[in-house]
């Protein structure tokens, strides 16, 4: 075992799978000489030489759309979005040629090709630089998102999403670049399409993601401390989404709590709540309480995103609700 | 140039009947850019054609049969009656997938081009676009890209003058696009696009370049739109008829017939011989079109992700 931040998984699994196929190549803003604006690459352009790992002009777009042929073309192309917020630019290349690419060909093609991308807030990096996509992606067929959340997860699910024939959106949170964890030194994978269970519980089951997966299990806490059993779930990919796993939770516990840090009208925790509605109706003995961002772009002073996102406090309050309904 | 025009013209009359079911944007006085540029590369280049480049895909070998059956949405054409025939893509004929937002396929094509350079195969990747996708911001970043990393790309506008219904003297302000390539730092070269030897010996140089690692080259070729921006619109209306006079005198396949004739290569009714094969090659298409199934509705819910045995065996 040997413990590894979360920026530094994210060079693992890019390392390991550059390393075992020549067609993986990585290419993005600053991603080469400067190893990321979060260091998430450092010393892969060391290691890979310029061929392989190199910079591009600010054109999201563009890397985005060269993926996309460079992979028609046989290649394993992993690119990198700065800041997730910058999907804007690159939407037409991911919706309308990544994801339609096998369909529309007829399978004679397919865009096997990763797209990088930090998200989420809590630091001060302003209203465009912070927002949590995955709902804007989520309604695309043909795409594969994935939010890992522990450096365990960020070397799995993006040596899968790498692996993967089709393409896939990796969503890495910026606070957790930091976060340390003790990983296995063998080779490991995590599979697309499964969440886990980050803590057994029996009175309530949480439904999270990224970020707000450290919050649940910081509030789990709280309500253990309380004499109420949470269980949590990290959701870890949320297309395809493990149904049967929250499903499963959900009728042991007969409550359930989603938390994401994206506003909740539209939003990831509405999808689990209706798979929850239509598959666990009987089951549930109160209301389902949805947590996420508020209702207004995401600010940029401390005091303001505090408000902005779901607290641990929010987390054990609705928690509270459902067990007391 | 003469299957083209003839494909186009049956296509529509099918139209007309209901048939073809898919809205035609007519590459009526284009041909000869399709065709000039495809006979300047090998088998092993691939192209993205535009809404417009119909001569790309007979030239490069897609069947008439394939593409006629995909204007009908027939199981037996583009992607199994899942995709329109304008953007369709074949690998065996080296036409990567289009994207029906002008413009959206440059950045794809560099991509392509980007594949070939980093495997160091002395491949070549070709993006049509119209005048119109060059006033897309993936124009810019499409072509930035190639230029700054040398990209074995070429660039060909299809300039037919029109955005749609709107001229290019309401969308361009500059007097030449090809000069734009300058600010990308390649060469941009304006060739009549109604001339299928000027596009072929414009194009064979283009690739020279790429091929020789020099980078892209942004061929414009001047032309112009004998029709409507699709079937459902009047082919002329609106425009000065003076204009559209001139341009059908200098209708690309009345100056090649003129060209052969000139160089004395018409002999021995070779052009009727052509017409007929063309005739009997639209034919067999149309009743093959005509009598293919339509897809299966479980055709739908195929090539949404690669079979999951696919996705189980990457891992």
Redesign the interface.
Known sequence: MTTIAYREAVQRALREEMRRDPAV?LFGEDVAEAGGVFKATKGLLEEFGP??VFD??I?E???????????????R?VVEVMFADFTTIAM??IV??AAK??????????APMVVRMSYGAGARWGAQHTQSVEAWLMNV??L?IVMPSTPYDVVGLLK?AI????PVVVLENKQLYGKKEDVPDEEF?V?IGKAAVRRPGQDVTIVATGYMVDRALSAADALAAGGHSAEVIDARSVLPLDVETIVGSVTRTGRLVVVHEAPVFGGFGAEVAAAVGAQAFGYLAAPIERLGGAWSPIPFGQVLIDEYLPSEQDIVQAAQRAISA | MLLTRAYEDRAQELWSKGLVVESLHGSQGQEAIGVGVCYGLRPDD?IIPSLRTRAAFLVRGVSVRQFLSGMLGKATG???G??TAH?????DAGI??G???VG?S???????????K?RDEDRV?VCFFGDGATER??FH??L??AG?MKLPAVFVIENNLYAEFTPISKHFAGTSLAARAEGYGFPGVTVDGNDVLAVYDAMSEAVARARAGEGPTLLECMTYRQRGHSSSHPPTEGRDPAEVESWLKRDPILLFKAELAHRGLLGGGALALIDASVAEEIEDAVRFAVDSPLPDPAELY?????PAE??EA??
Do not use: C, Q, W
């Open positions: 190549f061929t392989r591009t002009p054109s777009s563009a890397i985005v759309g060269a993926a996309v042929g460079a992979a028609m073309m046989g290649m192309p037409d290349a309308n040629s690419a096998r369909f529309l060909s007829g399978g004679e093609f397919s067929p043909g594969t899968s692996r993967s024939p089709d994978f599979p | 691939v583009a992607a199994k899942k995709a953007h369709m893509g074949s690998k990567l997938l994207s029906a937002l959206s440059i950045p794809v094509a560099a991509g392509a081009a980007l594949a070939f980093m990747s911001g993936d970043e499409g930035n890209l700054v195929r090539d949404v992700y690669a696919t996705s990457a891992r």
